[in-house]
């Protein structure tokens, strides 16, 4: 009986310390994409779903890390806010911890979408104006460490819903965009919020994009020992494209776990905040 209890103490103490590790301790954890088009490559520093939590007041523990790193660029990648939030406060505190560090590129995500649709029409104004680069349906030409680079931002699916989901049959503003942003000799980055937006259908065959920056799944929220993440999105459950570095078809995808969540029924475990180093090259 003494070690039927000491065993349920102990689990439900490894239960307490995972729900504390997933929501408060920060890992540092590098990645390479290998593009071949860089002689000199450059480090990205790639964050995302922060959803509005405050590591140490106005996130100067969570800036101060990505200072450490010196990256060449800085990437947001989405959900940095929550539809609900009452103001943009937390991603505009941050921007402003970190845009002396290096370049700031910010792709909107399903929240930010939800928060400008809910009254708040001039977030991308007031990211923008606090030092940071929006990307959504539009791309900069910009060079990195000597490195040409085309780098743009897409939420929306970069195919049609058509059953198939091919990607000529994309609405027109959409193929519009993917054929013009395809159109160039640079290395191509693609923020896209949700990997969903280009693993389905031939989306990952028929455009020429080399790497493609996703978050959206929080590493599959719970993370399940042997088994991985437990629940992806469109993808459902136990996701393949959930966390790291993957070759789809044409292109390379990589998806960070991100800082936070929002209101899922089940909170990160066994899954830390992430800053991801982004070795390109």
Do not use: C
């Not at 523990?61 to 937390?90: C, F, Q, T, W, Y």
């Not at 031939?202 to 020992?225: M, R, T």
């Not at 991100?258 to 992430?274: A, H, I, M, T």
């Amino acid at each position: 009986m003494i070690a039927l209890i000491l065993i349920v103490v102990a689990f439900v103490i490894y239960i307490l310390v995972s729900l504390w590790v997933s929501t408060n301790y920060i890992v540092i954890r590098e990645y390479t994409a290998d593009t071949g088009k860089s002689d000199t490559g450059f480090r990205a520093v790639v964050v995302s779903d922060l959803h509005d939590h405050r590591f140490g007041g106005d996130n100067e523990k969570l800036a101060e890390k990505i200072r450490e790193i010196a990256p060449d660029v800085i990437i947001m990648d989405g959900d940095m806010l929550n539809a609900e939030s009452a103001d943009a406060s937390v991603p505009l505190e941050l921007i402003g911890l970190l845009k002396d560090t290096a370049p700031i590129y910010y792709a909107l995500g399903n929240h930010e979408l939800s928060y400008m649709e809910n009254g708040h029409s001039d977030l991308q104004e007031e990211l923008e104006s606090a030092g940071a680069v929006v990307l959504d349906k539009n791309y900069v030409d910009i060079e990195i460490n000597r490195t040409q680079v085309r780098l743009g931002g897409l939420y929306d699916y970069a195919f049609g819903l058509n059953g198939n989901n091919d990607a000529l049959a994309a609405p027109s503003d959409m193929l519009n965009f993917l054929q013009d942003f395809q159109n160039t000799d640079r290395m191509k980055i693609m923020l896209s919020h949700r990997p969903d937006s280009f693993i389905f259908g031939d989306a990952s065959k028929v455009w020429d994009v080399d790497l493609v920056i996703s978050g959206h799944n929080h590493g599959g929220q719970v993370v399940i020992p042997f088994l991985g993440g437990l629940y992806g999105g469109d993808q459902g459950w136990f996701p393949e494209y959930v966390h790291g570095m993957y070759q789809k078809d044409n292109i390379l995808l990589f998806e960070t776990s991100g800082l936070g969540s929002d209101k899922q029924k089940l909170p990160r475990f066994n899954n830390p905040p992430e800053i991801a180093v982004l070795t390109i090259k």
